[in-house]
């Protein structure tokens, strides 16, 4: 998966593609590992998608300036890539 803009603000976009449809989890955690949002959470078709994120956790409330951890599964691969949020 790629994501841009890295650094952010307000928002993100992660592109990710599908190789084989199947299960796909995308979710933003803080350095610590904790979830702060799910962004996809499904089944998805074969292909190229694209998510954003706000820079909100679940309770919808903005998040600090930090880094923080995108972590991509799909079917069995699983990937996690840094981002900055900077507001």
Request: charged fraction near 25%.
């Amino acid at each position: 998966h790629s994501i841009v803009p890295n650094p952010f603000n307000p928002c993100v976009t992660v592109f990710y593609e599908v190789r084989e449809s199947g299960p796909v989890t995308i979710s933003v955690h803080d350095v610590t590992g904790r979830l702060l949002r799910e962004l996809v959470d499904e089944v998805r078709p074969t292909g190229l998608s694209e998510v954003r994120w706000d820079g909100r956790d679940m309770s919808g409330r903005s998040v600090a300036s930090a880094t923080y951890i995108i972590r991509a599964a799909i079917n069995d691969r699983v990937e996690s890539k840094k981002v900055m949020l900077v507001r």
